[in-house]
Structures are given as structure tokens and as C-alpha cells.
């Protein structure tokens, strides 16, 4: 902060942008940006929002407005000087703020994004998505000079970039200190962007893209006024009223997005509690969805004035995809951030919006199953966190849930996964993973496989809590396969004929499997619980599972990630009792009481190496990396006779 004594000393600063800044506006301009025009919908965008805040601080210290309450935004092209001039009279910004605000990317998780979009190498595409906001400019102008003075303030400051890696800072000149408040940025456009100072040009882009903007957009021609847009919140304007395109062009304003959205929700609630809403869901995954620090995506108005873009009550955390703004007639404008935190009146607002979002989800899902496939694909393991958080929601909430499963391509719903089990099938089995194709090749569910029997891929981390909460779905109990206590004996083989016989007699068991049980149990005695015959396993000869009362391997594995546990609990092998690995095992300790020591040695190295085999196959890491490659080196050389 400078102080009031110090500014006759500062004089123009130099500093550079934000690495991640830079890079951005490599991209920006380099990129063919197709439509360039929408730098005009970002800046006003901007003067908009600065000047609700303004708006909303003046509630509460209305000397703000030095008597000045009227809100605009100004366009002034000139022709002589080719630059394009967007004023506002908005909160502005100080030193501090424009050094913060149009010097680094201020959003969470930006600098992770920028890498992302650097390594796929398709900029262009994800910037898209992203939204460049303030930057934008540097598509049409090669200089750029913002100048401010902070609601309140005394100071008035300049910022200057060319966009190429710096900016200058500096007290503003004399003669831009008519700006009573608010920002004035002056565009030195481009010569291949002379079309942004033709007035009817300017005109049609305003009415384009930013025809919703509350604030009167006006323009000055000579010495004539004209008012560019609506100027009316489109959230209060009835449906028949508002196009599809003005429509989107809401949604990019209020969620700072590019994309088309998926799903609009425009509606107005007239009973004890009034309120207006207009919402939507977006068409890609916002890149922060994960990011706790987010920005929240719905904005609160009371009667028509913004309060906060920063209120975790109006919709729940599973709902945080959602974008757009509620209006409400009935809370205070005063209304302190604190008091909103409990608010009885935001609380039912809550309600009734979540259940007409998960409303219309839900006809998405019974009438367009493809289209609702895409949301899930990008919100559902959002969704999902509403089974543990929302217990009222809970049972709409699982007949949303999609899953991919053995049986079916795409999608299936739990209902149709109940329609499909077979008789005598009393669970719902399911598997979970870190990845949808690792899950699919788990060894643990060949059995299952061999019998026909369905098995629902999880691979959410989310997945792991929610189960655990719902427990049940239609009195049918979920039930992981990399656990014991699974009990398969019952089902025929899927290809058994008619009268139940299988086509082919599986090969049978060594008969030294007992004592191969026995032999790995006291080799592994400290690194596994148990070892037991396994009836899931097919084609694999190993696998781990957890016991029956204990942690889930993939939870236990998350946890850890997270530092959350640092135990890791005995699991118990499995071993294949028909796969020609285990029996000729098997068939070598039968007939031991021949062999000598070396022999015994090399049953060991096998022992450690099914066990890390199975831990591999689960997506663990084997403890001694040197002892597994020791013996792998010594058994292959053996098969190779070196
Ligand atoms: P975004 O609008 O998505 O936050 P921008 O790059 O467009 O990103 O702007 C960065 C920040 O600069 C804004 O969040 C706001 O705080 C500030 N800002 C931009 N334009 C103005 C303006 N006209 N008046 C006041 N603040 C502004």
C-alpha cells in the first residue's frame, strides 16, 4: 500500500507480468482468434461488475457515490488518434489493484490451467473454455492504458502495457484527473482492428453480446448520446422476451465462459419467499471444479442489486457447477456477508432451487440419455457428493447416478442394473479404482465374468464415501468384489448348457493346492494376512483383497494420498488354484521331498513375486523395487538356462 506522504516520490514503475500472464498473452495473440470482437464484450463485462460492487459498497457507505448515483458505461471511438476509449464510473482501482488485478491471474488453479493448455498444445481451443477476460484487449490493441481512481480515493493511477511481458505503473497525468471514479481504458488499436471505431460496428457488437448488461452502455458520435442497450436485468424479463443467443450471451458474461450451455433454468418463484432465477449448466468442466478455492458460480441479487458473487449458501457444494444469478425480493438489501451465512430465508431458497435443478436433471436423464451421459461425464462426481452431503436429496439423487459397468456400454442407472440381476443375485457388486480402464482389467473380476454376473466400475474417489453412506438401493446391498465374503458358488458358469453342465470341464486343482496354501502363508507370514483359494479368479493366478471388516484397498490408498492415514492394513492373496502357474507350484511342493535346498529358494522368490504381482495388478507400489527385480532377473535367467 503506498501512503498518502510517499506519493510525491513515486514516480512510473516498471514491472513485469505474472509468468502465467505472459504466457497467456502469447497465446492470445498468437492465436486466430476468430471472432476478436469480444474483447468489447469482456471490458464491458468488467465495467459492469465494477460497478455493482460500487453499488453494493455504497449501501452501506453511500458517500461513495459523491453524489453522483447514476451507473454507465462509455464508448467513445475516435477516428483521429484510432483509439477506441471504454469508461465506467465503476469502484475503479487503486495501485494495488491494478498491479494485482491486470498484472498476475488472480484466479486459483490458473497457473495449473496454463500448464495444461501448454502441454496439449492446443491453446487456442482451451482458452476458449477459460475465458481470457481483461487480456482479451491485446488482440486488437498494441498499447493499452488504463487509468483509475478508486470510489473513495483521492489518487488517480495509470497502467500502460504494449502486452509484450510488461506494464508501467504510474501516478496519473493532470490532465486524466477529470475521472471523478471508476477505470478508462484507451484502446490503441491495431491496424488490422480500424473496423472497432465504426460506430455502427461498435453498436451491433453491444447489442450482440452485452444487450443484458444492467448498466446503460452509451456511446458517443460527435456530440450525439446513444444508449447501446437494454439495460435491464434479463433475469426479470419474461422467457417470451429473450432469444437463445441473449440467452448464451448472459451465460458468458455471468460465468465468464465461452461454451454453449447444456442446461438453462429461467424462473420466477411467487409464493411466501419471492425469488427470480436464471441458470445454467455448462457444457465443459469449469478447470477449477476441484479447486477449493473456486470462485462460486451463482451470484446473488436482492431486488435487482448484486450483493455477492460469494455466497456459499445459495446453492450446496454438489450444485457447484451451476452458473448464473437468484434475485430475491425478500432479504434486506443491507444485508452484511455474516447475516447471509444462516439465513433462514437463503436456506429455503436453497431448497427450492436444488430440488427444481435435480427436477430438470432428471427429465434430462429419462428423455435425453445421450445428452444427460455428456453432463454426467463432466458433473457427476460432483453429483455424486450429494448422496453422503444431502440425505433429504438422497433418493432423487440415485436415480441420477450413472455408472459404467461390465455388462453394458455407455451408461446404466441403478434401476436397470436391479432389472438385470440375475435370480438368486442379492447384491449389487461393484469394483472402484483410480481409472475407468484399470478397473475394467482387474483381475478380481474374472469370476465374476466367467458367470455372467454384473459389475459396476467406480473409479471416482468420491465413490469411496458415498457407498458406504447409501449402503443400500432398493434393499439390494452394495457389495465390492476386491473384498471377501464374496460367495460366487452359487451361479453357473455363463456358458454352461441347458441342464446347467459347463461345456468344458474347467482344469482342477493340483492336488498339492493345500499344502502350496500353507507353504505361502509362512513364506509372506509378515507382509499378508491370510492366503486362500480364490473362486473370483479365472485367468490370473494372483490377486489382493481386502478381509471382509477391513478398509478398501482403493480407500485406503486414497487416504494415503492424502495423508489422511499412514497405516496400510494386511490384505489377504488369492491365489488360482486352475491356473498352470499355481499348479505346477502346487506340483512342485507334492513331490519336494526330493528336491533340496536351491529348490527351496526358488519357491520363495516365487512366493514374493506373486505377491507383487498382485499388488502391481492393484495399482500399488512394491516396497522393495531391488528385491523384486533380483528375483524376476534370477527366474528369467533360470527359463533362459544363462
Ligand atoms: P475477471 O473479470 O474474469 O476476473 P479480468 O482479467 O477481466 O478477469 O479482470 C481481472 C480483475 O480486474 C477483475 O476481477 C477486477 O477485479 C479488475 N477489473 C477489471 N476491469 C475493471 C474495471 N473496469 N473496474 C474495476 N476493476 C476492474
Not at 499348479?583 to 513375486?609: P, V
Request: net charge negative; hydrophobic share 40%; charged share 30%.
Amino acid at each position: 500500500m503506498v501512503e498518502e506522504g510517499d506519493m510525491d516520490s513515486i514516480s512510473e514503475e516498471k514491472l513485469s507480468f505474472q509468468a502465467e500472464v505472459s504466457r497467456l498473452l502469447d497465446i492470445v495473440a498468437n492465436s486466430l482468434y476468430s471472432n476478436k470482437e469480444i474483447f468489447l464484450r469482456e471490458l464491458i463485462s468488467n465495467a459492469s461488475d465494477a460497478c455493482d460492487r460500487l453499488r453494493y459498497a455504497a449501501l452501506t457507505e453511500p458517500n461513495l457515490l459523491s453524489g453522483d448515483p447514476g451507473f454507465k458505461i462509455h464508448l467513445k471511438p475516435d477516428a483521429k488518434s484510432r483509439t477506441l476509449t471504454i469508461s465506467d464510473n465503476g469502484i475503479g482501482m487503486n495501485r494495488d489493484d491494478l498491479i494485482e488485478n491486470l498484472g498476475t491471474i488472480a484466479r486459483s488453479g490458473t497457473a495449473a490451467f496454463m500448464r495444461q493448455i501448454e502441454d496439449k498444445g492446443e491453446g487456442a481451443n482451451l482458452i476458449g473454455q477459460f475465458g481470457v477476460g481483461f487480456y482479451s484487449v491485446f488482440m486488437v490493441a498494441d498499447r493499452v492504458e488504463v487509468t483509475c481512481r478508486k470510489a473513495g480515493e483521492d489518487h488517480a493511477w495509470t497502467w500502460i502495457s504494449d502486452g509484450k511481458g510488461e506494464f508501467t505503473v504510474a501516478p496519473a497525468s493532470p490532465d486524466s484527473l477529470d475521472l471523478a471514479r471508476g477505470s478508462r481504458i484507451v484502446l490503441s488499436l491495431k491496424k488490422d482492428a480500424a473496423e472497432y471505431l465504426d460506430p455502427a460496428r461498435l453498436r451491433n457488437i453491444v447489442k450482440t453480446y452485452s444487450d443484458h448488461v444492467a448498466i446503460p452502455v452509451v456511446m458517443t458520435e460527435g456530440d450525439k448520446e446513444d444508449t447501446l442497450n437494454s439495460a435491464s436485468a434479463i433475469w426479470m424479463r419474461s422467457k417470451s422476451d429473450i432469444t437463445d443467443v441473449q440467452y448464451t450471451e448472459f451465460y458468458h458474461h455471468v460465468a465468464h465462459a465461452m461454451d454453449d450451455p447444456w442446461l438453462r433454468l429461467h424462473f420466477k418463484a411467487e409464493g411466501v419467499i419471492e425469488y427470480s432465477g436464471l441458470l445454467y449448466v455448462p457444457a465443459v468442466q469449469p478447470f477449477d471444479l476441484f479447486n477449493p478455492e473456486r470462485r462460486h458460480g451463482v451470484k446473488l441479487y436482492v431486488k435487482r442489486i448484486f450483493i455477492t458473487d460469494d455466497c456459499a449458501e445459495l446453492v450446496p457444494p454438489y450444485l457447484r457447477f451451476l452458473r448464473g444469478v437468484i434475485d430475491t425480493e425478500d432479504l434486506a438489501l443491507n444485508i452484511s456477508r455474516e447475516m447471509l451465512q444462516s439465513h433462514p430465508v437463503l436456506a429455503k431458497i436453497r431448497g427450492a432451487v436444488t430440488k427444481r435443478v435435480l427436477n430438470e436433471l432428471k427429465k434430462k436423464a429419462e428423455k435425453k440419455p445421450e445428452e444427460y451421459a455428456a453432463f454426467w461425464d463432466n458433473f457427476g462426481a460432483v453429483l455424486k457428493e450429494g448422496l453422503y452431503e444431502d440425505a433429504s436429496q438422497r433418493e432423487t439423487l440415485t436415480g441420477l447416478v450413472r455408472f459404467a459397468s461390465t455388462k453394458i456400454e455407455g451408461l446404466t442407472s441403478l434401476s436397470e442394473y436391479v432389472e438385470r440381476m440375475p435370480e438368486g443375485q442379492s447384491e449389487i457388486y461393484y469394483i472402484t479404482g483410480d481409472d475407468a480402464d484399470a478397473v475394467r482389467r482387474s483381475p478380481h473380476l474374472e469370476g465374476f465374468e466367467a458367470k455372467g454376473i454384473e459389475v459396476l466400475l467406480l473409479s471416482d474417489p468420491v465413490d469411496e464415501f458415498w457407498i458406504p453412506a447409501v449402503a443400500t438401493f432398493k434393499d439390494k446391498s452394495f457389495k465390492s468384489v476386491t473384498r471377501g465374503g464374496v460367495d460366487l458358488s452359487g451361479f453357473a458358469a455363463k456358458d454352461a448348457g441347458e441342464d446347467g453342465d459347463a461345456k468344458q470341464e474347467p482344469e482342477a486343482a493340483a492336488p498339492g493346492t493345500d499344502a502350496l496354501v500353507a507353504f505361502l502363508k509362512l513364506a509372506l507370514k509378515d507382509a499378508v494376512k491370510d492366503v486362500r483359494r480364490s473362486e473370483r479368479l479365472t485367468g490370473s493366478p494372483v490377486c489382493l483383497i481386502a478381509d471382509e471388516g477391513d478398509m478398501d484397498m482403493h480407500l485406503e490408498r486414497l487416504l494415503k494420498q492424502h495423508r489422511q492415514i499412514d497405516m496400510a492394513s494386511k490384505r489377504v492373496l488369492e491365489i488360482n488354484p486352475k491356473h498352470n502357474l499355481i499348479r505346477s507350484l502346487s506340483q512342485r511342493l507334492e513331490t519336494k521331498g526330493t528336491a533340496g535346498e536351491g529348490d527351496n529358494a526358488a519357491l520363495e522368490d516365487a512366493a514374493w513375486l506373486l505377491l507383487d504381482q498382485a499388488r502391481i495388478l492393484e495399482g500399488e507400489a512394491v516396497p522393495d523395487p531391488a528385491a523384486f527385480a533380483r528375483r524376476l532377473t534370477t527366474i528369467v535367467e533360470r527359463g533362459f538356462g544363462a
